[in-house]
């Protein structure tokens, strides 16, 4: 079995495992041991940040597994995150989901496959759910 020397090379950290060919904006930040799989479609809008552990994967292989592959495919959908998101600690997005700009996804939280978040949510949980706007104004500080 092969072994593997480092992470592929990703222009956002060096300890980030980047699949496929995500489109990602411009000023986003990437923490160390985070997963950004763009196996099946992954647009990340501009300025967002990703904590470290977080998990973005667009692929599942599970109905493949539990049938014993009689269900022949790895299913795949894709992953919309929009402008200025802030991903936390260890979060987990799964395919088919569709995170609002200007949200806030909480560490920990698990959004589930084919959820969809409006812009400037508050998003904790597992599953994840939508708690809060965040939204500031001089009366909502």
């Known amino acids: 079995m092969a072994r593997l020397e ?8 060096a300890f980030c495992w980047v699949i496929g060919d995500p489109e990602i904006g411009e000023r986003c930040w990437i923490g160390a041991f985070t997963l950004i799989d763009g196996s099946g479609g992954l647009k990340i809008g501009t ?8 998990q973005i ?3 599942s292989s599970a109905r493949r597994t539990v ?4 269900y022949p495919d790895v299913d795949r959908a894709p992953i919309e995150i929009g402008d200025h998101v802030f991903i936390g600690t260890n979060a987990v ?3 088919g989901s569709k995170i609002g700009s200007h949200s806030i996804v909480g560490a920990g939280a698990v ?5 969809e978040f409006p812009p400037y949510s508050m998003i904790v949980g597992v599953p994840a759910k939508r708690i809060g706007d965040v939204r500031w104004t001089p009366e909502n500080p």
């Open 111 to 115: 959004v589930t496959e084919g959820s």
């Open 93 to 95: 997005i799964l395919m």
């Open 47 to 54: 300025g967002c940040d990703i904590s470290s552990g977080a």
């Open 67 to 70: 049938t014993a592959r009689a």
């Open 57 to 59: 994967v667009t692929h």
């Open 6 to 13: 480092k992470f592929p090379d990703n222009p956002y950290n």
